[in-house]
């Protein structure tokens, strides 16, 4: 949130301080196998789909609710419309 609204005010400052802090971050300290495929010329997966899977795999998540609701939205705005109506009919009788 501090980066979101920095951002607002000064983007050049706060870019610099996340590309010099947050580098580290997104390093892992195990290591790399020097025979692992890479895709530097070619695709890994030509022969074989590997998928979305990687070294973050066991922390991803099997649910989220935001593409729940991005790709529900019309059931949900269609349901608390019909909720809505319920509720203002049911005060008028």
């Not at 996340?18 to 300290?29: G, I, M």
């Amino acid at each position: 949130m501090t980066a979101i609204l920095g951002n607002k005010v000064m983007p050049h400052v706060v870019d610099r301080f996340l590309a010099k802090t947050n580098f580290q971050a997104q390093q892992t300290d195990r290591p790399i196998s020097p025979d692992r495929p890479h895709n530097l010329y070619e695709p890994v997966d030509a022969d074989r789909d590997f998928g979305a899977r990687g070294d973050f795999t066991e922390r991803s998540h099997s649910f989220s609710p935001q593409w729940w609701y991005r790709t529900n939205r019309q059931w949900v705005v269609a349901g608390l419309t019909g909720a809505i109506a319920a509720v203002v009919l049911r005060r008028k009788a």
